[in-house]
């Protein structure tokens, strides 16, 4: 006979993959029933459908045959208007209280990353997508906000193919690749631009802060638009505990407008923890390495800024192509050395802590 209370807590202590919290704590479990080595489950979806169902069930399954079960039949059902209101309550106390940004407060554990460039073109959302991805290959629980308003691209280059589930008018981020996402790209239909003054940009990200339900994540990383304007300004007033990764390519001229990027989160009292070289060389046919767009870049700005050179991502077209189609290269190849250094980039921001102190003034080069 299987112990039917070591099968309850197997099973609740399941973490649904879109929620990313135990079903036991979001009140999903409705019974648990025992006969003999057989199980028969019930549950309560908040969604009323699943968008992860398969991936739930393989969940609850697995835990259950952990603790004996040789049979787990699953029956599901919606939740009750009652029993969301009760759960949205629950998660809105860990999502919002009123319209404070609960991930800027300092008893929030969330380390937020701004992912940031002096100019665009230099790969800072596909930085940006696989360093999450690395970071949740690790064990950390990661959400990605694509800030970039005017040029989002983090959904396609995650393979997000979905808009966001609503709970109690809170947004619930899709999840790829065991990463959530929020972006603009789910409310903006294709064939439209976003022409927008800072107020409206301000606002939409104070409801991707309040409205949208993280969690307790452990990184949110910011895909930042180029430069230094009203986004990044927004940012720092939203998030002024938030860090920043500035990312360039080895050429002196990318290094010296991306410095421009470390200038204004000092000014807006951010730290910056260190800097990414994207595309560093390139290895041919040949097996020897060539430097496409120089050297020396990425070197030269973690000086400028007083802070590591966190890692040297090669130029692969891979990198680039999974990009395009929503397979990173960090799940596609591994063991390929673009995965070791986004491995080794997110090891180190692991590492990384905040100095928080003032800066004397950068000397340029």
Do not use: C
Not at 63 to 70: E, I, K, L, M, P
Not at 109 to 122: E, Q
Not at 185 to 199: E, H, L, M, S
């Amino acid at each position: 006979m299987t112990d039917a209370a070591a099968i309850r807590d197997a099973v609740e202590a399941v973490v649904d993959p879109e929620l990313r919290s135990t079903i036991g704590s979001l009140g999903m479990v409705d019974r648990v029933e025992i006969e003999g080595t057989k199980a028969a489950i019930s549950l309560a979806l908040p969604l009323g459908g699943h968008p992860m169902e398969d991936e739930l069930l393989s969940r609850i399954r697995a835990a259950a045959q952990n603790v004996g079960v040789s049979d787990a039949k699953v029956q599901m059902r919606s939740m009750t208007d009652e029993e969301r209101a009760a759960l949205g309550d629950t998660m809105r106390g860990q999502a919002a209280g009123g319209r404070d940004v609960v991930l800027a407060q300092p008893g929030s554990r969330t380390r937020v990353i701004g992912i940031a460039s002096g100019k665009g073109g230099v790969g800072k959302s596909s930085v940006t997508t696989n360093l999450a991805i690395a970071l949740t290959l690790k064990g950390h629980k990661v959400g990605i906000m694509d800030a970039d308003v005017w040029g989002f691209s983090i959904p396609k280059m995650m393979g997000v193919d979905r808009a966001p589930s609503v709970l109690e008018d809170m947004l619930i981020p899709p999840v790829a690749h065991g990463v959530a996402v929020i972006s603009m790209d789910f409310f903006v239909d294709p064939d439209q631009a976003v022409v927008w003054r800072g107020p409206m940009l301000h606002k939409a990200l104070e409801q991707f802060l309040v409205d949208v339900y993280w969690g307790d994540i452990d990184f949110l990383l910011v895909d930042m638009p180029p430069g230094t304007g009203d986004v990044s300004i927004s940012i720092s007033q939203y998030l002024p505990r938030s860090e920043i990764i500035v990312v360039t390519t080895p050429q002196p001229a990318a290094q010296r407008v991306a410095v421009k990027a470390g200038l204004m989160a000092r000014k807006v009292n951010q730290e910056v923890v260190g800097v990414v070289e994207n595309m560093s060389w390139f290895t041919g046919d040949d097996g020897k390495q060539y430097d496409l767009f120089g050297s020396g870049g990425g070197e030269a700005l973690a000086a400028d800024l007083d802070v590591p050179l966190l890692g040297q991502v090669p130029l692969i077209p891979a990198l680039r192509s999974g990009g395009d189609i929503g397979s990173p290269i960090v799940v596609t190849e591994p063991d390929g050395q673009a995965a070791e250094a986004f491995a080794a980039i997110a090891d180190g921001l692991v590492r990384s802590k905040p100095r928080l102190r003032s800066h004397p003034e950068l000397v340029i080069s």
